[in-house]
């Protein structure tokens, strides 16, 4: 299993470099820089899975949050018309 360090430096290679990641996440690559890199924030995960195509997934990025949950909660969000 890869460490949340770990899956962050597969993340920037998918997307080709640091700031092609911020890019994609709407940031600032200095933003980026900032980051702890052992505990990424928690509302990026879901956004570097979707970037990454799925091949990062979020609980590789931060495996201390329960993401069944809170993809469960965020679908019966986007399911309310």
Do not use: H
């Amino acid at each position: 299993m890869l460490s949340p360090k770990d899956a962050l430096e597969r993340a920037v290679k998918i997307a080709g470099s640091k700031s092609a990641l911020a890019r994609g996440l709407g940031i600032t690559p200095w933003a980026l820089s900032k980051w702890n890199f052992d505990k990424i924030p928690e509302e990026r995960c879901l956004q570097i899975e979707e970037l990454t195509g799925l091949k990062v997934k979020a609980e590789q990025l931060r495996p201390d949050i329960n993401w069944a949950f809170i993809r469960s909660t965020k679908n019966s969000k986007t399911s309310v018309i």
